[in-house]
């Protein structure tokens, strides 16, 4: 239903039509705005153009343009300012499309930025346009492109003022959260913060997509269940309980119970008369990474180890999503090392429990990946003096975008949102009860795993993490020990006031263990 509530805001310049960018051109059209669509490659504007004439609902709002200039002077006087999107590969492209468009920008125009960017380069835009009476908004569009089309979530950051000229329109695009009906936008804070939120959304992500692949294989070659079992698996623990209207939850039961057909989808793919599952038609190779379209993950992997923050199952899922691209090398290696393979779990126990100590595994390990992601935007908004507010970011995170958890929401938006000095989630006693009562699951999942040469890394990378993070005995009494010995690193001594626990300060000791 075409919408005019949008404040002012009558048409959009939507820049890259690939998978995202095509599919927020007709949102945005049913949603009644004009929108100028422009693409370097031009088969991806026609098709987009062609597909929305042929949609009675947005028959004649959507323009094509194949020569940028004419693509932004299209724009002109429709609305009050000039409204884009862009849609595109992040890095360079973005640089070089702002330069082709600079000279017919005006005061007050807007760009919002709803490719995966760097903050920082986001940044630099930001302080690029502002020197021209333009804003750069960074925004993060989560939700893959079917939530492009039906509604994100969102998470822009940048200019208030601005902003606020466009939320009315984003809040009618965004997703909205299916108990209260809130839209799932905010502004996130100033500068590149929307994009930061947005990249840790994504490393969160990797670690629940690592945990719930490890579940499966778990399944699969540890307990010999067939797709669609497991995939009935996901369906029970998505319908209640911790893991209840979890997104990657839900499209895991999909993906299991999808069969090859005599026709396969619209492009043919899956197409045979086995009708044995298309799941099997995929490799195990995640090539993400390869060219570096995508970095996120990457980037958040970079920033929790800059800001000192432990994101152990973000990293532990990034480290195997890397060797699992490079195959060839897999070839080469598996050779040479000769490592077992997963085998049957052995011994003639219930599935039940096994299973369900599975369930506990998997909520556990994506509960610490929240814990993890959320600690990292908590010490980079303090940082950076943004301000972030991580209740609000549970709040977009309700509905629209991959990482989608409705117990997850429930648990920990409200103590974050009453309490915006919390840094650490693992300090609400919610929190801190539910990762302790999974703990047990997750550790007979590990041992039973490692045992049978399952591939656990995130989850044993869980274990490990809650292990440390609330260990009050590490080995690295030992490590400072040594570190002490060969460089005089100094150590902090037990028991001692402002050195156990003190401050994360360089210790006042050192023992001369062997004089130079
Ligand atoms: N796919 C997803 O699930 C999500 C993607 N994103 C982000 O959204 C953005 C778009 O992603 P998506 O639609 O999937 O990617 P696509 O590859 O489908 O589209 C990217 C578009 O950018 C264009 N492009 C590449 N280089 C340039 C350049 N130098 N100048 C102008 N345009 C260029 C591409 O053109 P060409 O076809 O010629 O390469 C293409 O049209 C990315 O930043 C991505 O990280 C965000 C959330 C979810
Ligand atoms: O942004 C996304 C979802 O939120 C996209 O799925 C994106 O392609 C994820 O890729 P990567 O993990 O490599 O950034």
Redesign the pocket.
């Known amino acids: 239903m075409p919408s005019t509530s949008h404040k002012g805001i009558k048409s959009i310049g939507v820049?890259?039509?690939?998978?995202?960018?095509?599919m927020m051109t007709l949102r945005f059209a049913e949603l009644g705005l004009e929108v100028s669509v422009w693409?370097?490659?031009k088969k991806?504007v026609d098709q987009v153009v062609d597909y929305a004439k042929k949609d009675q609902n947005i028959k004649g709002r959507v323009l094509g343009f194949y020569d940028i200039n004419q693509f932004t002077k299209s724009l002109e006087g429709k609305s009050d300012r000039k409204l884009f999107m862009f849609?595109?590969?992040?890095g360079?492209?973005?640089d070089?499309?702002l330069q082709m468009i600079k000279s017919d920008l005006k005061q007050g125009d807007i760009i919002l930025d709803?490719?995966?960017?760097n903050y920082r380069r986001t940044e630099r835009r930001q302080r690029e346009c502002e020197a021209i009476g333009v804003t750069w908004i960074g925004m993060?569009?989560?939700?893959?492109?079917q939530s492009?089309r039906r509604g994100?979530s969102l998470s822009p950051g940048g200019d208030a003022k601005a902003l606020e000229l466009v939320m009315p329109f984003l809040e009618s695009y965004a997703a909205k959260d299916a108990k209260t009906g809130t839209p799932c936008v905010k502004r996130m804070g100033p500068g590149g913060s929307g994009h930061f939120i947005?990249m840790v959304h994504n490393g969160i992500e990797g670690g629940m997509l690592s945990v719930l692949a490890e579940a499966w294989s778990y399944m699969h070659d540890g307990l010999g269940m067939e797709h669609s079992k497991i995939g009935d698996v996901f369906a029970k623990w998505n319908s209640s309980g911790e893991l209840r209207n979890n997104f990657l939850i839900h499209i895991g039961d999909k993906i299991l119970h999808t069969r090859r057909t005599p026709q396969g989808d619209q492009k043919g793919e899956g197409a045979s008369r086995d009708d044995g599952y298309v799941i099997d038609d995929v490799l195990d190779k995640v090539v993400q990474d390869d060219d570096n379209?995508?970095g996120?993950p990457l980037w958040c992997l970079m920033e929790s180890a800059s800001r000192h923050v432990s994101c152990p199952t973000l990293a532990a899922a990034h480290y195997m999503r890397i060797s699992s691209g490079n195959r060839l090398e897999r070839v080469r290696a598996a050779k040479k090392l000769e490592m077992p393979m997963p085998k049957p779990i052995e011994g003639t126990r219930d599935y039940t429990e096994i299973i369900e100590n599975l369930r506990q595994a998997v909520y556990c390990s994506f509960l610490a990946s929240f814990c993890q992601g959320l600690e990292l935007i908590s010490r980079a908004s303090i940082d950076e003096g943004w301000n972030v507010n991580l209740g609000d970011c549970l709040q977009i995170w309700r509905a629209g975008c991959i990482i989608q958890s409705d117990h997850i929401a429930d648990l920990l938006q409200p103590p974050l949102a009453a309490h915006n000095e919390l840094t650490n989630a693992k300090f609400v006693d919610s929190v801190a009860h539910e990762l302790h009562q999974s703990f047990h699951g997750l550790k007979e999942v590990v041992m039973e795993g490692t045992y049978s040469d399952q591939y656990i890394p995130a989850l044993s990378a869980t274990l490990e993490y809650l292990k440390y993070e609330g260990g009050l005995s590490l080995p690295t009494k030992f490590m400072e020990a040594q570190m002490d010995y060969f460089g005089a690193h100094n150590y902090n001594k037990p028991g001692i006031p402002g050195e156990d626990p003190g401050p994360v300060h360089k210790g006042p000791h050192h023992y001369e263990w062997l004089p130079a």
């Open positions: 820049v890259g039509a690939g998978n995202m960018g095509s693409d370097i490659e991806n849609s595109i590969t992040h360079e492209p973005a070089e499309v709803g490719g995966n960017e993060g569009v989560s939700g893959g492109y492009a994100p947005k379209t995508e996120t």
